[in-house]
Nanobody
Framework: QVQLVESGGGLVQAGGSLRLSCTAS????????MGWFRQAPGKERGIVAA????????SYADSVKGRFTISRDNVKNTVYLQMNSLKPEDTAVYYC????????????????WGQGTQVTVSS
């Protein structure tokens, strides 16, 4: 069972930036898609960004396009989420997830989850 450990969350003012990291255990990191999801209080968990196993394909939720960038380092077994121009509505717990295959953009395409990291954006 893969273990995913997120880091990089915290409190930031609106307009600021944060970079989230997620490191996976094991030797099969480069075979699977990775994704970032978020869940705000009282809301369902939704996808923020996804990246294919090779890193050649990415997708983003409309609400974060142009502000967030997902990337991965298959040597370090790590996926990143660079978040710029943060808004109060970005406040949520952010979860890293491993896909079930090479690429996916839906919740059902992901089967392993990290513990989550809190991101709070103050106005």
């Amino acid at each position: 069972q893969v273990q995913l450990v997120e880091s990089g969350g915290g409190l930031v003012q609106a307009g600021g930036s944060l970079r989230l990291s997620c490191t996976a255990s094991g030797r099969t990191f480069n075979r699977y898609a990775m994704g970032w999801f978020r869940q705000a209080p009282g809301k369902e968990r939704g996808i923020v960004a996804a990246i294919s196993f090779s890193g050649s394909t990415t997708s983003y939720a409309d609400s974060v396009k142009g502000r967030f960038t997902i990337s991965r380092d298959n040597v370090k077994n790590t996926v990143y989420l660079q978040m710029n121009s943060l808004k109060p509505e970005d406040t949520a717990v952010y979860y890293c997830a491993r896909g079930r295959g090479f690429y996916g953009t839906n919740y059902e395409d992901f089967g392993s989850w990290g513990q989550g990291t809190q991101v709070t954006v103050s106005s």
